[in-house]
């Protein structure tokens, strides 16, 4: 009886070893030809494992007799989606980068490790330190609100400095900078004025450029890239329509192939689009249409589908005399329409080669891009938020004290800084893939949709501190304007709700699942031989997830070998326990629902939120490697890795709890043995204490802004204030301990400065600096009010400005 179950437990423990590792199918047959023999099994059994032993290894056999059947079965019981040319487009755009490794369930953690993690060169540094330190000086944010506009000699430099061809390289005038670089200087900007980025950003993220530097004609590139690089041509894109936002492929905007007198092929474009940042006054129009050949004179169709196409705003039958007030942020932003606009044919981007590839030029251009504007967006505001609201939570007093010192400030003072640690570390993680040739598309839609709605919560929360100075508009507020503007990155390039619930994780299992797409081909092109390749091994690897997960489950993840030792390797542990139990449930998900899992949204929204935060978690663990392992910074990493598992813990309850009646008991184990809670209160007000003292961590966190230092400035009378502040702190204490026993009267301890000067309690320059600091608080904390007569005029203005709008001439 003790041999029988020492065998049994010795052959369990054996099947959970191979399932843990994941064997080839020949491993699994040598181990049930071992517990057969061990059992004694009768002949009878043997030639039944011999039969199936036979027919699983030898392919053709497997071919024939089980995947064959297989393949009938999944497409009866339509267990793989099919996918249409739009949707294929989407999903090849781009590469797999490290998403790739959650879906495996077992992440490489030593290769994420190994991804380059870029620096500042010295050339780019120059660059920040001088022409985009000059123009943030140039306006402040309240300047440009109140003109509605970027001021002209702010125009002016932009063009002189060649703010809009940052990405163009330097063989057609341009600045020639990588993505790294790029992303610093709109991180800098948007600490600025949401207006600046608004501005630069599209002219070199999502535009004319970007696809004429990778899908344009040598003839193409010649003419335009150095008009754009110069800012002689402003340039926009038109995408988006009344009919099509987010299902941009069914556009209506179309052009017809024609041929003119003279015996040369053009286009008769029609077109009504919306939302085009730049667009009331681009010189350049690159349009999105459906294009059609009625004579197939391009000789692909009638139908050659959606074409880019070049326009120069100023040819008949551009009408651009509108703009829309997106939040009142005072950017460039235009409905535009076209009627009967002719082109030559060589106006399409890449030349009539390029004539119907319009939707994959544009997947592909999305693939990276919105993973490295946005994020640069969302830092800059973020580390300004952090600045502003720790510098007031010291500044302002209630009841004798900074507001800072009580618990419900300490708490979202912590979520900014530990938010802000790990937004700026998925910018950087996410600019040295792109830089390095990559173009995760589903990374890109994680970094977009993450860093917006962190950025969001960091905003409300630093609105939440400052109280009534953040909602009375005027020069002393640095918030209320980014407030105002952060919808507008929510919803741009891909709204966040349909980024979550399609792009993220819809999308994203297709494309970044080591075997869906490939079995999807398999099927769609009836290729038994393909989809048996694949298959198998994907059987095998969900053999291996369930194995993986019930082990680190049990152990916490502690059986997972991490990269590094010291205080994170726990969360590396966690990350892989984490990955294994989303890769089986993603499978699991798929089987059960198959091709409608896409529209089962509120599931896939949930898979999405566990796959944003294992990358978010990652690229927090990478950035902390990289910088040098820092001790103080591990308040920070401790606090956005608890963070990020809190967050996972709650999207997998979200799973277990409405995916399948059969997995609740899942949940309540989830429950009884979480892989995360929210930080401790403790970890919180050591966080929120960074932001609030004034030294080498606070400005490393919030490094790369623009940090005006005059008074006369809201930032800088901040910073003094809070300065002045911490630095007659123990002065204050003295005082107040002096008051205590007597030996000068009670109250205020600027009120108490003469008494406590004579009564030898202090030294006069310390009295001073008391008193200069009540003074630098009293400024600091004040906000602003308009006369009447003002208020009026200055709303006239706006409204004037706003609705005769006529373009200016740059």
């Known amino acids: 009886m003790l041999f029988l179950l020492s065998a049994i437990a010795l052959f369990a423990l054996a099947f959970l070893t191979l399932g843990y590792i994941g064997v080839p199918l020949w491993t699994w047959t040598i181990y049930a030809a071992t517990v057969l023999w061990i059992a004694q099994a009768p002949v009878w059994l043997w030639i ?71 620096q500042v060169t010295p050339e780019i540094q120059a660059f920040l330190d001088g022409p985009v330190e000059q123009v943030c000086r140039m306006a402040t944010d309240w300047d440009i609100y109140q003109h509605k506009d970027l001021p002209p000699d702010v125009w002016k430099y932009l063009h002189q400095e060649r703010f809009f061809g ?50 344009g004609t040598t003839a193409q590139k010649d003419y335009y890239l150095p008009r754009l690089a110069s800012g002689e041509e402003i340039p926009c894109f038109a995408l988006t329509e009344p009919h099509a936002g987010s299902d941009a492929a069914s556009i209506t905007s179309h052009g ?71 939040m009142g942020v005072p950017f460039y932003n235009a409905p535009l329409e076209g009627k009967d606009v002719v082109i030559p044919i060589d106006r399409i981007i890449g030349g009539v080669a390029q004539a ?46 900074s507001i800072g010192r009580f618990e419900g400030v300490e708490e979202p003072l912590a979520r900014i800084a530990g938010l802000t640690y790990l937004i700026d570390a998925v910018r950087l993680y996410t600019c040295g ?83 869906i797409y490939a079995e999807i081909e398999a099927l769609q092109q009836s290729d038994v031989a393909a989809f048996d390749r694949v298959i198998w091994p994907h059987l095998g690897s969900m053999v291996r997830h369930k194995v993986r997960t ?19 390797a726990r969360y590396y542990r966690k990350l892989a326990w984490a990955s294994a139990t989303f890769a089986l449930f993603s499978d699991f998900a798929m089987l059960v629902f198959g091709g409608t899992l896409k529209r089962r949204e509120t599931l896939t929204g949930r898979f999405a939120d566990v796959l944003t935060w294992l990358y978010l978690g990652t690229a927090t663990l990478r950035r902390f490697e990289a910088e040098g392992s820092l001790s103080e910074d591990l308040p920070l990493v401790d606090w956005a890795m608890q963070y990020t598992f809190a967050q996972i ?93 007597g030996q000068i009267p009670q109250g205020k301890p600027e009120q108490l400065v003469e008494a406590a000067v004579a009564a030898g309690v202090m030294t006069i320059e310390q009295g001073v600096l008391i008193r200069e600091a009540a003074i630098a608080r009293n400024e600091a904390i004040q906000v602003d009010a308009f006369s009447m007569e003002n208020y009026r005029q200055e709303s006239a203005i706006a409204s004037r400005l706003t609705n005769s709008y006529v373009p200016m001439q740059r």
């Open 48 to 118: 039944g494992f011999g039969i199936a032993a036979i027919i699983l290894n030898i392919p053709k056999l497997r071919q024939i007799l089980l995947t064959s059947p297989m393949v009938k079965a999944v497409r009866a019981l339509k267990l793989l989606p099919n996918i249409s040319e739009t949707e294929k487009a989407a999903i090849e755009a781009g590469t797999v980068w490290v998403e790739g490794e959650f879906f495996s369930g077992k992440p490489n953690f030593q290769r994420i490790l190994n991804e380059p993690y870029p």
């Open 256 to 326: 017809v192939v024609f041929r003119g007198e003279d015996g040369e092929l053009y286009l008769r474009l029609n077109w009504q689009k919306r939302y085009i940042t730049l667009g009331a006054i681009a010189t350049l129009l690159g349009l999105a249409f459906r294009l059609q050949d009625p004579e197939n004179l391009l000789g692909k169709g009638e139908d050659v589908g959606i074409t880019c196409a070049l326009i120069a705003t100023s040819t008949p039958g551009v009408i651009q005399t509108h703009r829309h007030d997106p």
């Open 550 to 568: 019930i082990v680190l489950s049990l152990t916490r993840g502690a059986l997972t070998p991490s990269p590094v030792r010291g205080p994170t």
């Open 166 to 215: 940052m990405m163009i390289p330097k063989e057609y005038g341009g600045l020639g900078f990588s993505n790294l670089a790029y992303s610093a200087v709109m991180t800098k900007l948007a600490s600025r004025s949401f207006t600046h980025v608004a501005t630069v950003g599209v002219t070199n993220s999502l535009g004319p450029a970007k696809l004429l530097l990778r899908y």
């Open 649 to 741: 813990q709650a999207a997998f309850e979200g799973l277990f709890a409405n995916l399948s009646p059969i997995l609740r008991p899942w949940a309540m184990l989830w429950r009884l043995n979480p892989i995360g809670t929210m930080p401790s209160d403790a970890l919180g007000a050591k966080v929120a204490a960074i932001l609030q003292t004034v030294g080498t961590q606070r400005d490393r966190l919030t490094s790369g802004i623009y940090l005006p230092t005059h008074p006369d400035e809201a930032l800088g009378r901040l910073e003094r204030a809070m300065a002045l502040t911490l630095q007659t702190e123990p002065f204050a204490k003295t005082i107040k301990s002096a008051s205590l026993r």
């Open 356 to 401: 119907g590839q319009g939707w994959k030029m544009l997947m592909q251009s999305l693939a990276a891009g919105r993973g490295i504007s946005f994020p640069a967006t969302c830092t800059g505001v973020a580390k300004l938020v952090s600045r502003v609201a720790g510098a007031h939570a010291v500044v302002r007093k209630q009841f004798g004290l």
């Open 433 to 515: 893939a792109v830089d390095r040739g990559e173009q995760p598309a589903v990374v890109s839609a994680i970094a977009k949709y993450s860093t917006t709605e962190l950025s969001r919560q960091i905003i409300n929360d630093g609105m939440d501190i400052l109280g009534g100075s953040g909602i009375c508009r005027g020069p002393h507020n640095l918030l209320a304007n980014i407030y105002t503007a952060t919808p507008i990155s929510i919803t741009v390039e891909g709204a966040n709700i349909l980024t979550r619930t399609l792009m993220i994780f819809g999308q994203g299992a297709i494309r970044s699942h080591p075997y």
